[in-house]
């Protein structure tokens, strides 16, 4: 024998007075609400940095371009690649974010501000 259920279906409380309506059969149960997208979040902090590290990096590709070229006198000549190696490794992932930004405020396909880091976590 099987042990019955009290209080299952039939019995329910005496106070729960919670009202149920029957949803349509056309909609299939799916409201248009479900399927809106919020606004975009613009992760300010995250472009602010990304702009950063843009500027800081193309000013050491400059000026470890123009220790290079000779423009500009050195006395230890050692020193002038990795000043250039380090402005390349600063400006490219602030190039990157500013790209995707720039493209996701425009509105083009495939980019959105949800690919750039935020910092709001």
């Known amino acids: 024998m099987m042990p019955t259920r009290i209080g299952s279906a039939g ?6 007075k919670v009202k149920y309506s029957r949803v349509a059969d056309s909609d299939e149960g799916y409201i248009d609400l ?3 997208r919020s606004p975009p979040k613009v ?3 995250a472009i602010a940095l990304a702009m950063f590290l843009f500027l800081v990096g193309s000013l050491l590709i400059i000026v470890g371009s123009l220790l290079l070229a000779g423009y500009i006198n ?7 690649i ?5 402005g390349i490794l600063i ?7 500013l790209r995707i ?6 509105g083009y396909r495939g980019y959105s501000y949800d690919d750039i880091p935020d910092f709001d976590d």
Request: aromatic fraction near 22%; proline fraction near 11%.
């Open 11 to 16: 019995g329910g409380l005496a106070g729960n």
């Open 34 to 36: 479900q399927f809106k």
């Open 43 to 45: 992760p300010y902090k």
């Open 74 to 80: 050195v006395t230890y000549p050692d020193r002038t």
């Open 82 to 86: 990795p000043v250039l190696i380090i």
């Open 91 to 97: 400006f490219l992932p602030g190039f990157y974010h």
């Open 101 to 106: 930004a720039y493209y996701a405020s425009k």
